[in-house]
């Protein structure tokens, strides 16, 4: 523990000592840190021998300098300065570039007048379920009804994930015949011979992927068997179908903080936000090289910052995407932590209690203003320990960077603040801010910060502890559940999905009742994180069920942790070819942004042109709004929720023709039949007569029948002029009427 103490504060003393060997003003906060750290630890293993860095990965004269890869923006000759400073060029878009770079070259690729940032920051983690507890239904989704006559045939959905089990038959078409998963690039798999990527191997074809069988991560993550199900599952022989269950699939299987286990520390360095650009990369040129649009989904997810640590990041994604390429991705499930505090310009404080677990609490300050942040350890007695650092103080210290330590309850504090301009917004002040101590931070006392000063308008962030209300002071209960997207969902080009909620309980394989309510009807998961972004930009964009989802679990984690306790919300096991599986239930916002994707991918089949602009268009016009009390877009839900069969109306002009309902009906499922028939199956038999109207896609009325059913189903014959896709609106009782969009069989 004093070891991890002597590095955080030697390596923010010695940044200064640095600005002579690195131009740091164009390396961003996690760059400038690695180059901080790789040269403490080498003055201090030069001196006695030891390393200190946190990581372990040091250069020195007998191994190799550590690779990192991150962006680049740089202009002219790139090539020769690349290539003269050791780095591997992987990936350009205009000015930026995505490099791997010796760790020991950072210094003078900065220097270099050609060069005017380099950005890179440590991957991101999966957004794994919220709950223990979830709910089966009879079909694989309620609340979202799909069109029939598109099912993401021709398009090409990916996913970049962890935990992928390639031989489950979720991925194979209903009959368990054609297998759908075309191309796959594990970055984490140890086969690199003669491998065409910086990091790990892709397999292509039936045969290389189910020999392969599942990701290098595969026995001890299933994240991603579950959320490519969402997308993109033909259900077997179960009613759990994904969204676009006939869509060509590619995926990757990326490293997250949760796979550092398979990582050579040699290695640690390379696994960043470039890769993750990379591997997006890869699923767009796969479906590029087969024709197909795409959609991506991406349930994983990092925290905002003011720093400036995924700008070129953000940049990269607006390149990658575009018409045909559209990248969806999770909000978090952050919604029920209050971690936000604003004090507006005069109001004198604005405050809350701090509660962490561990030896350190970060916060985060962004002031307009001079303000001061108050601190204060409550102890049994009535003697209070009180620190208050000004911002002005900070800004005074050398190289705004202000280190202290006091005794507080007989144990040393440590504190470290920096200042810097606020990337969004260089009126205003940024101030991070750690505490640290020898042992657990709440064995010095209940501890409550609060920003104080009329004059200024100032934000504080808690991404290291939780922000909590006490009976020790009342009156400081300022903190929202706000202020919470992840990265990269806040970036501009990205899709953010956040979760809503339809299933309350369920019976797992075992038979027990399970239950987590977060709602019924569409309401917003209280997990599901909130906007607006650090930028002041509304966000999530929409939602999409995630709560209590049913999708596809990992044979092989279930063979590996037969006893974890997320097997628990497993609802059925099922045998298939020598290997038992899982669909199991679970919730989060990962579990929303591959449910958007798939509806992306019907819209994409119907216009496959469409880009990310275009498809906000169609959500801000067609979604529904769950709450009716709200002004839309808001923070919490977007513009509502996902809308398949609207969207698709919309996109194929129909929406407006009258006579056409924009819901599909709901107590009567309408399916072709060879021969130009209809087949009508209804919950219950009407009671009334019911008329079935069939309009071209051109809003012309092909034929109108009415027919009073006799059973609990009815076949309608349509006429030769009947053919392609049509649109079959049925009228009469409420709870049959709605339209379907479906393609008539000859």
Known sequence: MKKAILIFLLAACQLSAFAQRAALGKLSPWVRSIVAEQRLSASVQKSNGKSLAKN???????????????????????????????????????????????I??????????????IESQRGTHALMDISGAYLGATKAYQGLSLPQAYTGMGVMVGVMDIGFDLTHPNFYDRSATNYRIRSFWDQLSADTINSAHYVGQSYHGKEALLRYAHSRDGLDQTHGTHTLGSLAGSGFDSPYRGIAYE????????????????????????????????????IFDTADSLGMPCVVSFSEGAPQDFRGDDQLYFAMLDSLTGPGHILVSSAGNNGLIPSYIHKPLGDESRGSFVWTSADRASLTINSLGASALRTVFYHDTDVNDTIIIKTSEVLA??????????????????????????CYDASRQVYDVQFLSLGRLDALGKMSVEIIGKNADAELYCDGGYLVANDLNPALQDAECTHNINSPSAAPSVICVGANSYRQNFENYLGDLRTYDMGTNGQRGEYSSVGPTFDGRI?????????????????????????ASDILSDVAHFDFQGRTYAWNANSGTSMASPIAAGVIALWLQACPTLTPHDVMHIISHTSRRVDPTLSYPNNLYGYGEINAYAGLLYILGIDGVTGISHSTPHDVAISPLSGGRLKLAFASQPSQSLTATVYSLSGNIIDSQSFMPTADSHVLQLPASASGIVVVQISGENQYQGSQLIRISK
Do not use: W
Not at 104 to 117: C, D, E, H, P
Not at 407 to 415: D, N, R, V, Y
């Open 56 to 102: 372990k990965v040091v250069a020195n004269s007998i191994s190799p300098s550590p690779m990192l890869t991150a962006f680049v923006r740089a202009e002219g000759n790139v090539d020769s300065l690349f290539s003269a400073n050791g780095c591997q060029q992987l990936l350009s878009c205009g000015d930026i570039y995505i490099v791997a770079m010796p």
């Open 104 to 117: 020991s070259n950072i210094a003078a690729l900065s220097q270099n007048s050609q060069v005017s940032r």
């Open 247 to 282: 869509s060509d699939i590619c995926i990757v299987a990326n490293a997250t903080v949760d796979d550092v286990a398979f990582i050579d520390t040699a290695d640690y360095y390379k696994f960043t936000y470039a890769t993750d650009a990379l591997g997006f990369k890869y």
């Open 397 to 422: 210290a050398e190289d705004s960077m202000l280190i202290d330590s006091t005794i507080i309850a007989g144990q040393k504090l440590h504190l470290a603040i920096s200042a810097y301009d606020n």
């Open 539 to 563: 966000k999530p964009d929409v939602m999409a069920p995630g709560t209590n989802v049913i999708s596809s679990y990992s044979s092989y984690y279930l063979e590996k942790h037969p006893q």
